[in-house]
């Protein structure tokens, strides 16, 4: 009576690996805490953390907080918080909240995701903007995770349609090499990524066979900015 599941069982499986179709888990839950520099000193530290929520979607956030010189002085915080939903190894967005908060600027941010009307709004509270969402869409906070997923996958072009203030843009990221990088968390060979599509200075450094996030990124945009690994758990 066990002979025909059994045999059942032990052709699918034959045939999903040779078919490609085992498909990698998504990443268990984390806390993963970096250390921010400006121009290359120390501005902050950031926890970034991924968690289930319960009800099909998960919570993504980034908690970045002064505690050196100018950002320090000037107390300034950012957080970041999205919920998605799995869509294969994509972090589908629902929603996406940002703040940064300091003595001379707050600036914020909510995005929210209509997936049966396949509409994104935006609010930057001086009125909102709604435009078609696209499948398989992240926002610029979930963007680190999906690459790492990819390129744990094996992915060495990515393409990501990301959910920006008035659009969805398609951001371009390329592997281009692999790079003895040394972090407080230690020394890696890590896999070098440059987006493509624009001159906008992100690089990012991933050990993907070990964590799904860079154990480096370096932006450009808005200032030199480097997050380097402390710890991971």
């Given at each position: ?8 069982f ?19 839950a ?8 400006r ?12 968690k289930p ?9 980034k ?7 100018l ?6 915080n ?7 939903r799995?869509k294969?190894d ?9 703040r940064l908060?300091a ?8 995005v ?15 009125g909102?903007?709604?435009?078609p969402?696209q ?5 610029r906070?979930t ?12 992915q ?9 203030k ?15 990088v ?8 890590a ?20 964590y ?22």
């Amino acid at each position: 009576m066990t002979i025909r599941p059994l045999f059942r069982f032990t052709l699918a499986l034959a045939l999903s690996a040779v078919s490609g179709l085992v498909l990698a888990a998504p990443p268990k839950a984390f806390t993963a805490t970096y250390r921010v520099l400006r121009d290359g000193s120390p501005m902050g530290e950031a926890t970034v953390s991924l968690k289930p929520l319960g009800n099909g979607q998960w919570e993504y956030s980034k908690h970045v907080r002064g505690t050196s010189g100018l950002a320090a002085m000037l107390g300034a915080n950012l957080d970041e918080v999205s919920h998605f939903r799995w869509k294969g190894d994509v972090p589908e967005a629902v929603s996406y909240d940002y703040r940064l908060d300091a003595a001379i600027k707050t600036k914020q941010r909510h995005v929210m995701v209509d997936w049966g009307k396949h509409q994104v709004t935006v609010d930057e509270g001086k009125g909102a903007v709604t435009y078609p969402a696209q499948p398989g869409m992240v926002e610029r906070n979930t963007t680190a995770l999906a690459i790492g997923l990819a390129l744990r996958d094996g992915q060495k072009q990515i393409a990501l349609p990301v959910a920006v203030k008035q659009e969805v843009e398609t951001q371009r990221f390329k592997v281009t090499g692999k790079e003895k990088v040394t972090v407080p968390a230690g020394g890696f060979d890590a896999v070098r990524v440059d987006r493509t599509d624009a001159d906008r200075g992100f690089s990012a450094w991933y050990a993907p066979e070990r964590y799904p996030l860079p154990v480096k990124l370096s932006q450009k945009d808005g200032g030199d900015l480097t997050m380097e690994l402390v710890s991971f758990r």
